[in-house]
């Protein structure tokens, strides 16, 4: 079992729309989440962070945790071209000093 | 002044050279990582250093060297590299896991390196 997993997809969404990023790790004693946007070429870029249960936002962001299912997701609302990216969800590890990175989610917004 | 910054952006060296990465945070971080970032795959985590201790170390082959004099400075030493481990390599500080709740990491622009 992958220590982080997302669907590589792409996912393709409407401009507008609103965009759902999934991920769910493995190690149950993790405490910090993070999601990344990557844009070709470039190094990833911190979009949200989250280390309780339940949902954070900022701006048209929203990071939702639930560690009973070690699941986190990331919504996107009034999708835009420019959020076309690669979406890396990463993980804090309960041991060792170590973030652990999905493969990522391939987001394509549609005009 | 950005936050991270990795040099050289760009570099193409051949089999039997021995080049170095270099890495500098501005962040008043304590946590320093090296991770690779190959074509078509996830961030592969290579080394961590926290408080200037090497913590980590993901099995990479003893041709890949790292290095972190102080809290601010990481390098990454290559030598006698094959043409796979052409990748990007990225860089990137935090403060130290378990230090506090607030681990962001932050990355560098990273180092696009072919090997010939």
């Known amino acids: 079992q992958k220590e982080v997993e997302q669907n590589s997809g792409p996912l393709s969404v409407p401009e507008g729309a609103i965009a759902s990023l999934n991920c769910t790790y493995s190690d149950r004693g993790s405490q910090s989440f993070f999601w990344y946007r990557q844009y070709s070429g470039k190094s990833p870029e911190l979009i949200m962070s989250?280390?309780?249960?339940g949902d954070k936002e900022d701006g048209r962001f929203t990071a939702q945790l639930n560690k009973a299912s070690q699941y986190v997701s990331l919504l996107i609302r009034d999708s835009q071209p420019s959020d076309s990216a690669t979406y890396l969800c990463?993980?804090?590890?309960?041991?060792?000093?170590?973030?652990?990175f999905g493969s990522g989610t391939r987001l394509s917004i549609r005009p | 002044e950005t936050g991270v910054t990795q040099t050289p952006r760009h570099l193409v060296m051949g089999m039997t050279n021995k080049k170095s990465l270099k890495c500098e945070q501005h962040?008043?971080?304590?946590?320093m990582y090296w991770y690779k970032q190959s074509a078509k795959k996830p961030l592969e985590l290579m080394f961590v250093?926290?408080?200037?201790?090497?913590?980590e170390n993901n099995s990479v082959p003893s041709r890949f060297s790292p290095e972190c004099p102080n809290s601010s400075h990481l390098f990454l030493h290559l030598h006698t590299l094959q043409p796979e481990d052409s990748a990007l390599y990225l860089c990137?500080?935090?403060?130290?896991?378990?230090?506090?709740?607030?681990?962001?990491?932050?990355f560098g622009q990273g180092t696009r390196l072919t090997v010939v």
């Open positions: 990137a500080s935090s403060q130290a896991l378990g230090s506090t709740t607030r681990t962001e990491a932050f």
């Open positions: 250093y926290s408080l200037e201790e090497r913590v």
């Open positions: 990463a993980v804090a590890g309960s041991s060792a000093s170590k973030i652990i």
């Open positions: 989250i280390y309780s249960n």
């Open positions: 962040l008043g971080h304590n946590a």
